[in-house]
């Protein structure tokens, strides 16, 4: 008869044990943003006057981004640094996720193609700012994991598919923002032919040194491509299966 007290005062402790974390997180995403916030007044170079909106930075503080890594700890998820997700690859620093997702210049109606699905941590911000995220990822086990790991966490918006990110994703667009969340080259002509009019990506060009520029490009008649701004991070270059470059991330 004792086994039941103790079942009880055992599930009391794992639910207190959760709670206590579910704070903790709490706690620590609301400094991560406030470290973001600190960042974009810093970089008015980058991002202008108008800095970050509120609308990026609300769903960055509403992403639990401790469940797209595999340690799932708060102390580690939400300090403002790169995380190893494993087979070589790295969750992006907040801050840097929050520039892409500013630079793409994303609405609530827009369809947005992101490159480089990694843990599924950007496509989940993305998920909360467009009306339909569509996200390719080259490596079989990231694609598979971050695909259960969105579905489980109700992000319905959200479709990831295995591929090639260079070729980008026709069925699902034409795109009004892409995000290529790993070091490019050059900008890969079937992603510019998948971009609206008008429309604008979000993209890290340098295929050899981990330090590259973010920038912003529109498309316009014809495709000129205007650059916006730029930002130094760390990050990998974009992994394919043809012979154009090598690397990914996500």
Not at 108 to 113: Q, R, W
Not at 194 to 213: E, H, N, Y
Request: with cysteine; aromatic share 6%.
């Amino acid at each position: 008869m004792k086994v039941l007290p103790l079942l009880v005062f055992a599930m009391g402790v794992v639910a207190w044990e959760a709670t206590a974390q579910d704070a903790q997180c709490v706690r620590e995403r609301a400094a991560m943003v406030e470290a973001i916030r600190a960042y974009a007044r810093s970089a008015a170079g980058v991002l202008g006057q108008q800095g970050l909106s509120e609308r990026v930075l609300e769903a960055m503080a509403q992403t639990k981004r401790h469940l797209f890594i595999p340690e799932q700890s708060c102390s580690i998820a939400y300090a403002d640094r790169p995380i190893p997700i494993g087979l070589g690859q790295t969750i992006s620093q907040p801050y840097i996720v929050a520039l892409m997702t500013q630079l793409a210049e994303v609405a609530p109606d827009h369809v947005v193609l992101e490159v480089g699905t990694g843990s599924g941590y950007q496509a989940a911000i993305l998920a909360q700012l467009a009306r339909t995220v569509c996200s390719i990822e080259i490596i079989p086990q990231l694609a598979e994991t971050a695909a259960k790991r969105l579905r489980d966490l109700a992000y319905d918006n959200v479709s990831v598919r295995l591929g090639d990110g260079y070729d980008g994703w026709p069925e699902c667009g034409p795109f009004d923002a892409i995000v290529v969340t790993a070091a490019l080259g050059q900008p890969p002509s079937p992603l510019i032919e998948q971009l609206k009019v008008g429309a604008v990506s979000s993209c890290r060009w340098d295929p050899v040194t981990p330090l590259s520029s973010s920038l912003s490009s529109k498309k316009s008649p014809p495709a000129r491509r205007r650059r916006a701004a730029s930002f130094s991070c760390v990050l990998s270059p974009l992994r394919v299966r043809k012979t154009r470059s090598q690397g990914g991330t996500g």
